[in-house]
């Protein structure tokens, strides 16, 4: 074999070898393209369930706002029923003075018409005459 044999013999080896690693090289790149399809598709997937997380955030967030207003509503009701409370309280206060007053205004009433007309009890079972 001749020199320029060879040489036509090594360019085609090389050539053999430049295919192979062509060929490997098309095959990384088609892997890469599907790993990034892959990626793509989870990063899509990520949004969407970043949107769903953010709107079910914004509702919770919502009714946090909502909550904290019916509790502020809440509390000044029981303030304003507690004053209503203490009012009434007061109310029976003066109410069991007033009954104790009266019961006594009565005991002695009842005492006064016992003495100047006799029992009571009598009197009611009397007949009219």
Sequence with gaps: MNNEE?????L????????GLNNKIDDL??????????????AMSMDA?????????D???EDIVELKVDVSELKEDVSE???DVSELKEDVSELK???EITRSVTNQLLDCWTE??????EIRAAPFS
């Design 6 to 10: 060879k040489i036509l013999s090594a």
């Design 12 to 19: 085609e080896g090389l050539t053999g070898g430049f295919e």
């Design 29 to 42: 790149s088609s892997r890469f393209d599907g790993l990034e399809n892959r990626v793509d598709d989870l």
């Design 49 to 57: 369930q970043f949107g769903i997380v953010n709107r079910r955030l």
């Design 59 to 61: 509702k919770l967030e």
């Design 81 to 83: 029923l507690k004053e």
């Design 97 to 99: 003075e007033d009954s």
């Design 116 to 121: 100047k007309f006799g029992n009571v009890e």
